[in-house]
T-cell receptor
Framework: GENVEQHPSTLSVQEGDSAVIKCTYS??????FPWYKQELGKRPQLIID?????GEKKDQRIAVTLNKTAKHFSLHITETQPEDSAVYFC?????????????FGRGTQLTVWP | DTEVTQTPKHLVMGMTNKKSLKCEQH?????MYWYKQKAKKPPELMFV???????INESVPSRFSPECPNSSLLNLHLHALQPEDSALYLC?????????????FGEGSRLTVL
């Protein structure tokens, strides 16, 4: 099955700086790559996703890039704010996999210091 | 309505108790999921229902028993649980497996087994 690796496991940045979280995947059939943000005690919430026919996608301060050849994708957060502090999970879903099943990375605890 | 609703939000039970977790969605999604999540770890898939039929059981112990009475409801029946089963139980739904897409998570039921 798919194996998703996520780095770093913890990331601390100063408010206003950028944060980058990287993930790699193993199954070349994967075609959907969402990123979830989970604040303490809350549900995971989708913040951005990308499909394999696109190399980059932006939504305000958040962007995701995908390199299919290298099988890696990254989350970029610019102008970080304290409310960006949360655990971020990347995931991958393989085309043709049962029920669009998601394989999650192990998560990155992002802390933004004011 | 873009919500997945879970009840109860918190549950404390003894190892001999029988209880149930409930999940409801009215987005017309035909795939519904149960995930288990420990603190600061990624969600772990337990069960998947597709069109009200159990499609995936990730080798979950029989003390967890899922049920999908109709396309909007998903239950997880709990019996003779162990303290290590204490976790956040997340219900999710998505479009059917014909395409990969967003998982919509409920707020979760936080379970404590004494």
């Amino acid at each position: 099955g798919e194996n998703v690796e996520q780095h770093p496991s913890t990331l601390s940045v100063q408010e206003g700086d950028s944060a980058v979280i990287k993930c790699t995947y193993s199954d070349s059939a994967s075609n959907y790559f969402p990123w979830y943000k989970q604040e303490l005690g809350k549900r995971p919430q989708l913040i951005i996703d990308i499909r394999s026919n696109v190399g980059e996608k932006k939504d305000q301060r958040i962007a995701v890039t995908l390199n299919k050849t290298a099988k890696h994708f990254s989350l970029h957060i610019t102008e970080t704010q304290p409310e960006d502090s949360a655990v971020y999970f990347c995931a991958a879903s393989a085309r043709g996999s049962t029920l669009g099943r998601l394989y999650f990375g192990r998560g990155t605890q992002l802390t933004v210091w004011p | 309505d873009t919500e997945v609703t879970q009840t109860p939000k918190h549950l404390v039970m003894g190892m001999t108790n029988k209880k149930s977790l409930k999940c409801e969605q009215h987005m017309g999604h035909r795939a519904m999921y149960w995930y288990k999540q420990k603190a600061k770890k990624p969600p772990e898939l337990m069960f998947v229902y597709s069109y009200e039929k159990l499609s995936i059981n990730e080798s979950v112990p029989s003390r967890f028993s899922p049920e999908c009475p109709n396309s909007s409801l998903l239950n997880l029946h709990l019996h003779a649980l162990q303290p290590e089963d204490s976790a956040l139980y997340l219900c999710a739904s998505s479009l059917p497996a014909t395409r990969t897409g967003e998982l919509f998570f409920g707020e979760g039921s936080r379970l404590t087994v004494l």
